[in-house]
């Protein structure tokens, strides 16, 4: 997707204002250079002169030094105050480039921050993210989600910064954004005046704009939310599907569990009476969908008594938050609700011909639906040491340890019927790009067992330390000298041979031995893998042998991604444990998710051609759409707040998506058998933002 740029001049002003460090940019002098639609003008939002920037689908970076008056130790913060008036979220990526690199537009560490439309926001970026040890950024008041990626950068090692606007397509994205102020400081900024308008109004829907269908009163809400629950009463699945959603057409052997068999043309799971089943699922179906509004009350319209009817739908925690989708179900049902929910749900499901209940269900949920269900397990066990983010020290003996004690978990559902299988976690961190894991563990000098390994792996390699040291370009007097080195860079084409080869083991220990723990505690049910947020190489996909069906998230459009290869290689079937598309454009929230169309009409084509392309293909098993509900509009906790249920806040269905879903799944066996084709429409061109996976 085409970048809008600023590219930051090398000019700062240092302030010392109440000991307080702060060194400013040359915003105009920045934008000058960086040859961006701009200009000076008076914003009445922050009440002096802005540097306005209009989004340009030819935007380029340009590299320019940093001041090295800077002084690295004291800056803590960078901060960009921003406001645009679209009709839809953008995001702002702060780049940064790393000195003696090749000169490219490819950053060495971006973070790509959402900001919210028609709200004057700080995005406030913490310098400790330059180590790269997490992915996902802490919350900020007004700030949504922010993402990190790329590699660790030391501060003397920046060579230059930026910032890229997205999206970037006319006529429908072109985002005309107005900027501040940008600069670092040591301390983070007060917040900002409570607004003229409220933000989020009593139901939870936006205020700054009105679509068909906004409720507008409590009596609106309860006759249309009565009419869903009738359209769900006594709801079964099609005279063809068995009890728990199978072909009954197609038939093999039954073990009384879930199981995967391959047909000689195509991969089926088998449900316990031995139908052929393919999983047509939803992830994170709640009864509740709280958002976080830490710092930001002075954007809620409403705000019950904490003693009241309405007591139970704040949290306290982490985050304070508030749950409008909750509200809305007591307004209707009042205690009530939550067996209203019950019923009402699993009705749904089946009405709309889904036949699984996906990861993060609430708890008890699946069993009491009686439909089939998966099950997440907690987190994976993490040794003292970690070697990259969430990567473990998988050579030590405390690794094995704790993947026995982490297998237990599944001693109490080993017998139910019902359930197809489990993920063992969900989107390592450390698998978020093309990490060599291996050349990590040399970051810094720390010791580990795995570490050790490696150096035993290369004296086996190599044997004599002169063979060693000419293929690395090194100059040791044993390899040993290795355990206490530290590389920014390869020191050798060789070495970095080395470190792929090496971290393929890594991830091979990392996967087997957390297989075979859990096999031993349920040999019953099906082991779903890793959940992947997308494959970044081979070295994921080749230990998935291990598992019994490989999950990916699959976030592209029109179609699935390419999965043929990746079954071929692993030799298993594959679940795509996350798909959805929004529209940030019509409806209640401003931000459409990781697949981005136009129109809540275009959000049911596209849901029909990307199920019925995906179920077509013979590796493909299953298919779970992320999610159930709408997210909240000031974000979930880590500021997710997309448009991708098949439910707004206030429970109803959007029509167009949850009947092309029901088409779509009355279509799956006949598609997976090849007697239809699978339904294909052209959607209009949107952005794809890839920096927000």
């Known amino acids: 997707m085409k970048r809008s740029v600023i590219c930051f001049l090398g000019c700062l002003t240092l302030w010392a204002a109440d000991a307080q460090v702060r060194y400013d940019f040359d915003l105009n002098r920045s934008a000058a250079a960086s040859r961006i639609p701009h200009d000076t003008k008076w914003s009445e939002t922050f009440h ?23 002084d690295w130790q004291k800056a803590k913060y960078m901060v960009c105050e921003v406001y645009h008036p679209n009709e839809h979220t953008i995001l702002l990526n702060i780049c940064l480039f790393r000195r003696g690199e090749p000169v490219s537009e490819r950053p060495w560490l971006s973070c790509s921050v959402a900001v919210l439309p028609k709200l004057k926001t700080q995005v406030i970026f913490p310098l400790e993210h330059l180590s790269a040890q997490q992915i996902f950024l802490a919350r900020f008041p007004r700030q949504l989600k922010g993402v990190l990626t790329g ?11 930026c910032l890229q606007i997205f999206p970037s397509m006319s006529p429908l994205f072109a985002p005309t954004v107005e900027i501040a102020s940008v600069y670092l400081t040591d301390e983070l900024p007060p917040n900002y005046e ?42 079964t699945y099609p005279k063809g599907w068995s009890r728990y959603g199978g072909l009954k057409a197609l038939r093999f052997e039954s073990t009384g569990f879930f199981r995967v068999q391959h047909d000689g043309r195509r991969w089926w799971f088998v449900d316990p009476d031995g139908y052929a089943f393919l999983s047509a699922g939803i992830n994170c179906i709640t009864a ?45 049902y ?24 996906g990861n993060w269900a609430d708890g008890g949920f699946a069993q009491k639906s009686g439909l089939p269900y998966v099950y997440h397990m907690g987190e994976m066990p993490v040794t003292n ?14 690794y094995r340890d704790l993947a026995a004690k982490y297998a237990r978990q599944l001693s109490p559902s080993k017998e139910d019927k019902l359930l197809i299988g489990y993920f063992l976690c969900n989107e390592p961190k450390w698998a978020f790009g093309d990490n060599v894991l291996a050349r990590e563990m040399f970051a810094t000098p720390q010791l580990s067992y795995t570490k050790l ?14 063979d060693f040291n000419a293929a690395w370009n090194v100059s040791y007097a044993s390899i040993d000298e290795l355990l206490m080195q530290t590389f920014k860079k390869d020191p050798s084409e060789t070495s970095e041979t080395d470190f792929r080869e090496f971290t393929a083991l890594m991830v091979e220990e990392w996967i087997r031995i957390i297989c075979e723990e859990t096999k031993k505690v349920d040999p019953n049910h099906l082991n779903l893998g890793m959940r992947y947020a997308w494959i970044s190489s081979d070295v994921l996909v080749k230990p998935a042998r291990h598992f019994d069906v490989l999950s990916m998230s699959a976030y592209t459009a029109p179609f699935p991604p390419p999965t043929e290869e990746i079954s071929r290689i692993s030799g298993r079937p594959v679940l795509l444990s996350e798909w959805h598309f929004g529209s940030a454009l019509d409806g209640n929230l401003p931000t459409s998710g990781l697949q981005t169309v136009i129109s809540q009409a275009e959000r049911g084509e596209a849901y029909r051609t990307y199920a019925e392309n995906g179920f077509s293909r013979p590796e493909i098993i299953g298919m779970h759409w992320f999610q159930w509900t709408d997210q909240p509009l000031l974000g979930r906790g880590d500021g997710e707040n997309y448009n991708i249920g098949l439910l707004d806040a206030c429970s109803l269905p959007y029509t167009e998506l949850t009947e092309a879903a029901r088409i779509a799944h009355e279509n799956m066996y006949d598609l997976a058998r090849g007697r239809k084709k699978p339904y294909f429409f052209e959607l209009t061109p949107t952005p794809t933002i890839k920096a927000q996976e």
């Open 334 to 357: 009042g205690d009530q609700w939550l067996d209203k929910w019950l019923v009402t749900t699993p009705g749904l499901m089946k009405k709309w011909r889904f036949n699984t209940v």
């Open 151 to 161: 590699n660790r950068i030391e501060p003397e090692d920046i060579a230059g910064m």
């Open 385 to 398: 040491i970690r070697l990259y983010r969430d990567f473990p020290d998988v050579f030590s003996p405390e």
């Open 288 to 332: 509740r969908q709280s958002g976080v509004y830490n710092g930001m009350e002075d954007l809620l319209e409403w705000m019950p008594d904490r003693n009241g009817e309405f007591a139970s739908i704040y949290e306290e925690g982490e985050h304070k938050r508030i749950d409008y989708y909750k509200a809305n179900q007591i307004r209707v």
């Open 48 to 70: 002096k002169d802005v540097l306005q920037v209009k989004s340009d689908e030819n935007g380029s970076v340009l590299l320019l030094a940093m001041n090295e008056t800077i």
């Open 194 to 235: 409570a607004p003229q308008q409220k933000y989020v109004d009593r139901f939870g829907q936006w205020t700054m704009r009105d679509w068909p269908g906004k409720i507008k009163s409590e009596t609106e809400l309860k006759q249309k939310m009565v009419q869903v629950e009738k359209s769900a009463a006594k709801a």
């Open 453 to 466: 390994r490696f150096v035993a792996w290369l004296k086996e390699k190599y044997r004599q330390t002169a």
